[in-house]
């Protein structure tokens, strides 16, 4: 009976380790004198992705089969394996397919993700519009570049997350990860897009304290670029480039991922934001820099109330089942940060003409 049962929570613990298998034992069990040396995680977030076992593998299989299945091939949250789990408010409607074509479809396809991909998808056409309707008879060339740079980054985040939102049921880790670095560059995108014409615009005036920002905006979107392929921002076993963990190795210690994306993404607003809005003020005065970054509030304050509603997990987390669909918290964020995107292109052309006012004076 306890061999049966040891068998039963191995099947049920996908992300359960030789470690955790190890406590299951009876007190009075014989244990080796010299036991074999367990090599022991450097990075302590890759405990829950022990993709390289038969568990693993046996819990995918699983999955895959109880959603083939299903009418609708659709599984509840207890079905997923480890790595797949990520709202536990969010019970059902979960696509699980090893077919990219079939996850290319996701748009087309009833699951708990229909509506964030929509949610993002539908805005492009408002950010096209916006684009072919946008006054380019600009008097400087920059300014066309930097218009159609937000517009072009705009719809690429959108695009990614869309995309990102429908490969997330591809049970191929690799691919289901990829993805997700995908949609962490878009986000790094085009907040360095809006944080370059905010900077070109407070200091329009002062072109050489305008490049140096931008030039900082650029290297810290170059840093978005790259870390979600790193082990900083991904699991090292599904990490194309692993530094944290040799850096662990020799001793050096981090922040698990969580936090050094909340660190990343906030030196990221600082420095496109924070510094530049306190450096034109001082340059510029008070009343100049206010309307100027008057219009960028109109930007950052969905995507500021956005997150605290995820953050939250409000409305799932008070009645876990009944926002599976739609209206959780993820489809607020979604439509917050798609509101923002839209005002971006909205009041992008008020930004520049009080900034070729000041210029002209």
Same mark, same amino acid.
């Given at each position: 009976?306890?061999?049966?049962?040891?068998?039963?929570?191995?099947?049920?613990?996908?992300?359960?380790?030789?470690?955790?298998?190890?406590?299951?034992?009876?007190?009075?069990?014989?244990?080796?004198?010299?036991?074999?040396?367990?090599?022991?995680?450097?990075?302590?977030?890759?405990?829950?992705?022990?993709?390289?076992?038969?568990?693993?593998?046996?819990?995918?299989?699983?999955?895959?089969?109880?959603?083939?299945?299903?009418?609708?091939?659709?599984?509840?949250?207890?079905?997923?394996?480890?790595?797949?789990?990520?709202?536990?408010?969010?019970?059902?409607?979960?696509?699980?397919?090893?077919?990219?074509?079939?996850?290319?479809?996701?748009?087309?396809?009833?699951?708990?993700?229909?509506?964030?991909? +929509?949610?993002?998808?539908?805005?492009?056409?408002?950010?096209?519009?916006?684009?072919?309707?946008?006054?380019?008879?600009?008097?400087?060339?920059?300014?066309?570049?930097?218009?159609?740079?937000?517009?072009?980054?705009?719809?690429?985040?959108?695009?990614?997350?869309?995309?990102?939102?429908?490969?997330?049921?591809?049970?191929?880790?690799?691919?289901?990860?990829?993805?997700?670095?995908?949609?962490?560059?878009?986000?790094?995108?085009?907040?360095?897009?809006?944080?370059?014409?905010?900077?070109?615009?407070?200091?329009?005036?002062?072109?050489?304290?305008?490049?140096?920002?931008?030039?900082?905006?650029?290297?810290?979107?170059?840093?978005?670029?790259?870390?979600?392929?790193?082990?900083?921002?991904?699991?090292?076993?599904?990490?194309?480039?692993?530094?944290?963990?040799?850096?662990?190795?020799?001793? +050096?210690?981090?922040?698990?991922?969580?936090?050094?994306?909340?660190?990343?993404?906030?030196?990221?607003?600082?420095?496109?934001?924070?510094?530049?809005?306190?450096?034109?003020?001082?340059?510029?005065? +008070?009343?100049?820099?206010?309307?100027?970054?008057?219009?960028?509030? +109109?930007?950052?304050?969905?995507?500021?109330?956005?997150?605290?509603?995820?953050?939250?997990?409000?409305?799932?987390?008070?009645?876990?089942?009944?926002?599976?669909?739609?209206?959780?918290?993820?489809?607020?964020?979604?439509?917050?940060?798609?509101?923002?995107?839209?005002?971006?292109?909205?009041?992008?052309?008020?930004?520049?003409?009080?900034?070729?006012?000041?210029?002209?004076?």
């Amino acid at each position: 009976m306890q061999t049966l049962s040891k068998i039963k929570t191995k099947m049920e613990c996908p992300g359960l380790g030789k470690d955790t298998m190890a406590s299951t034992k009876p007190l009075n069990a014989k244990t080796p004198s010299t036991p074999s040396p367990t090599p022991k995680p450097t990075n302590k977030d890759d405990k829950k992705y022990q993709i390289n076992t038969a568990e693993f593998h046996a819990s995918v299989k699983k999955a895959e089969k109880l959603a083939l299945g299903h009418p609708k091939r659709l599984i509840t949250y207890r079905d997923l394996p480890t790595p797949w789990r990520i709202n536990p408010f969010i019970l059902s409607g979960y696509r699980f397919t090893p077919s990219l074509l079939s996850a290319a479809l996701s748009p087309l396809l009833l699951s708990n993700e229909l509506t964030n991909i +929509w949610t993002h998808l539908l805005p492009i056409l408002l950010v096209l519009r916006y684009h072919l309707t946008f006054d380019y008879s600009l008097p400087n060339t920059t300014d066309d570049l930097l218009a159609k740079g937000y517009f072009t980054a705009a719809i690429i985040s959108l695009l990614c997350s869309g995309a990102w939102h429908s490969f997330r049921c591809c049970s191929r880790v690799h691919v289901m990860s990829a993805f997700v670095s995908v949609d962490i560059m878009a986000v790094s995108l085009i907040l360095t897009a809006f944080s370059v014409v905010t900077t070109y615009t407070a200091f329009y005036a002062q072109p050489d304290v305008a490049r140096g920002y931008i030039t900082s905006c650029l290297v810290w979107c170059v840093a978005g670029l790259i870390l979600p392929w790193t082990d900083f921002f991904r699991p090292g076993e599904v990490a194309p480039i692993r530094i944290k963990g040799r850096l662990e190795e020799r001793g +050096w210690g981090f922040p698990s991922r969580s936090w050094t994306r909340v660190v990343f993404f906030c030196l990221l607003g600082a420095q496109g934001a924070v510094l530049p809005s306190v450096h034109a003020t001082m340059l510029n005065g +008070w009343g100049y820099t206010k309307e100027i970054f008057g219009f960028a509030a +109109w930007v950052v304050a969905p995507i500021f109330l956005g997150s605290i509603v995820y953050g939250a997990k409000f409305p799932e987390r008070w009645w876990p089942g009944r926002f599976d669909y739609f209206g959780n918290s993820h489809n607020i964020w979604h439509v917050a940060t798609a509101i923002s995107a839209i005002m971006g292109c909205e009041v992008m052309g008020g930004m520049f003409e009080v900034a070729r006012k000041r210029g002209s004076l």
